[in-house]
């Protein structure tokens, strides 16, 4: 079959090349969601034979679901990727929901939007709605820092003329009596203790029946200063015990949304588990994630990227998935993505020992995905309190405390000046 990749970046295309041993792929760069790009789009995809195309980026879900739905291939509901794209709405399908609460900044003042939150509710977590990417999300201690985040969107007409132009593509041809009546570009929600809480991004996708099948399972490992060290899949810190629990929550979430008209499409989730147990939404992306195609080839021999794929021709994904060999206790790898993050400001050939990076990459050919090139510089105003993220490394092993012994070797190499302020999670010993 022939398929098109939406804007791939570098470091798919190894695994793209494997694709190609069995599929052909046509690179695709699509900008604007005008009908003018999107029919000359789905054109080209014709006259070459491309039966579906795939968007893997967040950037890129909308292409999928436009460019797909030329090609006459199933595609989610307006809506349903309209919920999936704002953080308060997709959090109104969730049951047993913790405290959250809509917040328009433009409609309403300080004072009204502060005496929404509960008094035991401070400190709480301001987001915007439809940004991602760990943008524009605010850790809200007390008035004046409400007062600054409110103040700074209100200035803010760029982006307001932004969201307002996503919205409008988004709900485009909806029927006015299927919109939302309610869509605000904050949500204001409680403080989830990541000390406390772990954070798994669970995989899966709906079929075109409106069937939720489950994918993968990868943990979310932090520093003790909030600031992400990497992404691990399988998990450990959960055994296969919790695995019915996350099956029936996903599902269960999954059915309102596959309700609303979700299918045929991958999805991303991302939760956290208690201490008690009980499981919550972080949120929800329309999407495959690209990066975890790595994590799941090494680690249980999968394609995600030739699932998504054949999902979207309305073809069969493979079976058994990552998440069917977990359950069963099948022999599989660990598989960590290191995230190397920035916490100083300067260029990033002077941050990191590139000596180090090339040994790892030409040498012992670990996969690197550049997110920042060596001659780059990062400024002061970029440098977030979870820093700037510079290069993600995918590394592999037969268990988790060879991962574990081998991602503390790379951190205390990699970098120039030595990292000693991040306090690693209890469990990351060797
Ligand atoms: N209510 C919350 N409490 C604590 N941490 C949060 C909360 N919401 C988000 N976070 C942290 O911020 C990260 C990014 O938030 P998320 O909602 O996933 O937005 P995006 O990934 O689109 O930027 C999460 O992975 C989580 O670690
Ligand atoms: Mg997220």
Known sequence: MKFGVINPQPYMEPALAELEQEHEVVRLHPEHWSEGEISSTARFCREQGVVAVAGFAQKDAFHHLLINERLGNPVPSRVAF????????????????????????????????????????????????????????FRIANLEELRRVLADYRQDRELQRALARQCAAYLEGVAPQQVPALAPPFVAEHLVDMSRATEYCYEGYVTADGQVVHYGLTEEIYFSNHQALGYL???????????????????????????????NQFFNLEFWVMPDGSLHLT?????????????????????????????????RPARPTPWDQWRAGAPHRFTLIVLITAREPGRVG???????????????????????????????AELSAAGVMLQQLWITGDSSMEIIAREREIRSRIYRNPQDAVGYPPFWRI
């Open 233 to 263: 899949t399988p998990p450990v810190s959960i055994s296969r015990d919790m695995a019915d629990t996350i099956e029936a929550w996903v599902s269960a979430y999954m059915q309102r949304l596959a309700a609303l008209g979700y299918r």
């Open 82 to 137: 309209f919920y999936c794209m704002n953080k308060y709405l997709m959090r109104t399908l969730e049951r047993d929901a913790f405290f959250y609460a809509p917040v328009d900044p433009l409609q309403e003042s300080d004072e009204q939007i502060a005496a929404r939150i509960p008094a035991h509710e401070w400190p709480f977590m301001l987001k915007n709605t439809s940004l991602s990417l760990g943008r524009g999300i």
């Open 350 to 380: 002077d941050i990191l020992d590139y000596d180090y990076v090339d040994a790892l990459e030409a040498e012992q050919g670990v996969l690197i995905r550049h997110v920042r090139q060596r001659d780059e510089v990062i400024r002061e």
């Open 283 to 315: 949120e929800i992306n329309p999407r495959a994630a690209h990066t975890y195609h790595y994590n799941y080839r090494y680690s249980f021999g999968s394609s995600l990227y030739a699932d998504n794929l054949l999902l979207a021709a309305g073809q």
